[in-house]
C-alpha cells in the first residue's frame, strides 16, 4: 500500500475493525480519500463496503480504529464531523405521492440553517430542476439516485459517501451519475463510492481501494494501479505446441500455457512487454512458425482487480 499523491485528505480511517458474530467483516482498514476528488471502494458483495461506510457514520459501532473527517475525530466530535458529510447507505428514500420539490422541502424543514435556500441549486446540480414538480413515484431509478444526492447537497458536504450507487441503473443512468459525479469533483467535493461494478469505477473515480476479505489490498491513484499490472499476451500461430516449447522456458513470462486461440501467456510488470513480444515473435518465425496475430491486453481495474485478490488468495491458502 503506498500514500496517495495529494497532500491534502478530507477522510482518514486507521485501523478500523468491525466483527460481527466473531467474523471480521472490517479488517484493520486504512484509507485516505484526498479533497476533491472520486474514490472508489471496491470488492464482491458481502466484502464489508457497507459495513464500512456505517461504521464512519456512525450508524454500525466499531470494535477499534480511528475515523478522521476534515481533520476531526468522527467519534469524538461527531456531530460536527459528520456536518460535513453526506451519504445514501443501500437506496435513496422519498416520499413517492408527493414532488420531488415537497420531499427536499420537508428535509431542508427538518435539517434547518441555510438548506431551504439551497433547494433550487441542489435540483439544478443533479439536472431534475424541470422534473421538481413531478411526483417521485414517476421517477426512474437513476433519477431517484440522483435526487438523493440532491438531498445530500442541502448541507453543503464536503464529503458524500455512496453505497453501490450505479446498482440497477441502464447505461444512460449510470452516464448521467458519471456526468454528476465528476460536476461534483469540479466543484472541490469528494466522492466516496463503493460498488463491485468494475468498469463503471474506472469510467468514474481518480481513486481506488481494493478490498479482499475485509481488508484493503492495495489503494491510490487508479492509473497507477492498473499500470502496475501484468500484461496478457495471445499468439496465435500456425504450431502452438511447437511455439509452446520455444516460448515456456522464457523467464520473463508468467502461465504459458496453450488454448483453443493460440499460445497465451502474461509478462511480468517488471519486463518491457513490447520488447518481449517483438522477441517472442522474431524467434519463433526463425523456427519457421507461421505466426498470423500477436494480441496485448489492454488494461483494466477489473483484470488487475482479479490479479491482487488472486495473489491474496494464494498465500492464504498456501500458509493454511
Known sequence: MHNLLKSETILNVDGLVK???GRVVVNEVNLEVPEACSFGYLGPNGAGKTTLMRV???LTPKDKGTVRI????????????LS???AIIEEPRFHKNITALANLEIMAAARG????????????MVELLNYAKVKVGTYSMGMRQRLGIAACLLGDPKLLLLDEPMNGLDPAGMNALRDLIQRLVEEGRSVLLSSHLLDEVQKTC????ILDDGKVVIQGALNDIIAGGNTDVLIECNDPQAAFSLLANDKRILNCHIDD?????SVATDTDARQQTGEANRLLVENQITVYGIIRSSE???KRFLELTKKLGEQTFGNA
Not at 481518480?206 to 481501494?209: D, G, K, L, M, T
Not at 486461440?261 to 501467456?265: C, D, R, V
Open 19 to 21: 466483527s460481527f458474530a
Open 56 to 58: 464512519i457514520l456512525g
Open 70 to 81: 476534515g481533520g476531526l475525530d468522527a467519534f469524538g466530535n461527531r456531530r460536527e464531523a
Open 84 to 86: 460535513q458529510v453526506g
Open 113 to 124: 440553517g441555510d438548506a431551504y435556500k439551497r433547494i433550487s441549486e441542489s435540483l439544478d
Open 206 to 209: 481518480q481513486y481506488v481501494a
Open 261 to 265: 486461440a493460440g499460445i497465451s501467456y
Open 300 to 302: 483494466s481495474l477489473e
